[in-house]
């Protein structure tokens, strides 16, 4: 059961009088949208509430991905951090568990299409931090390997790491569509796990007021939790 959508009160990772970050749960949007017309999990709307003061979205994630998110607490404040998004002068850091095993790390520069048709640079990096072997059989495989890596984007393009990772064969587990539907299947049936294994880890900017380093880490949710148990030797 999720328990966000009977008490929805956001974890806080910082708060100060500028900006609040939250850790997302996945299954969330951030705003409602022409895609997301009729979501009821929103947090913006939630967010608003738990703080009783408007709030100003900076950036965006997935409804799918968890993590830090940051908002503004007043509209000069929004405008401030959103420059440094648009300037990328922001340090995040993601987490994935993905099929396969992955190298030891590398860069990801691979033109993704927008919406509209047209062909933007986007450029990712990872570096593998943990590789998986369990007795799960998968086809003509009597094993199944899995890698946790770490994602760092250099651009903000649309489902960017999602797509990154598809194209080098190393979808991230639970995605869809860009993901493996056999892997998600498997993981389904096996595990009753349909959750998109990607957070939004770490992130650092440098304060617009106060001139600080700000340095915020988000905690995994419990099923990021559980499936990095269950590929645990």
Not at 73 to 84: E, F, H, P, V
Not at 222 to 227: G, K, T, W
Request: aromatic letters at 10%; hydrophobic letters at 35%.
């Amino acid at each position: 059961m999720n328990t966000f959508a009977t008490n929805p009160h956001f974890s806080v990772l910082y708060q100060d009088e500028f900006y609040v970050a939250i850790n997302k749960p996945p299954g969330y949007v951030v705003h409602r949208s022409r895609m997301h017309r009729n979501a009821s999990l929103v947090v913006l709307q939630l967010l608003r509430d738990q703080l009783k003061q408007k709030v100003y979205p900076i950036h965006r994630l997935d409804r799918k991905t968890s993590g830090i998110l940051i908002f503004a607490l007043s509209s000069d404040a929004n405008k401030q951090l959103s420059l440094q998004f648009a300037n990328r002068q922001i340090d995040k850091e993601y987490e994935a568990i993905v099929r396969g095993w992955t190298p030891v790390g590398d860069t990801i520069d691979y033109a993704l299409v927008n919406e509209k048709g047209v062909s933007q640079e986007a450029i990712t990096t990872y570096e593998t931090l943990q590789q998986f072997e369990i007795n799960l059989p998968n086809g003509k495989f009597e094993t199944s390997r899995y890698s946790r890596i770490k994602l760092s984007p250099k651009t903000g393009r649309m489902h960017q790491l999602r797509r990154h990772m598809s194209h080098i064969f190393h979808p991230i587990i639970g995605d869809r569509p860009h993901g493996c539907n056999k892997q998600n299947r498997l993981w389904k049936q096996k595990f009753e796990m349909d959750t998109m294994m990607l957070h939004a880890k770490r992130l650092a900017f440098t304060h617009p007021y106060t001139k600080n380093e700000i340095k915020i880490k988000a905690p995994y949710f419990d099923e990021f939790i559980r499936v990095m148990d269950i590929l645990k030797p």
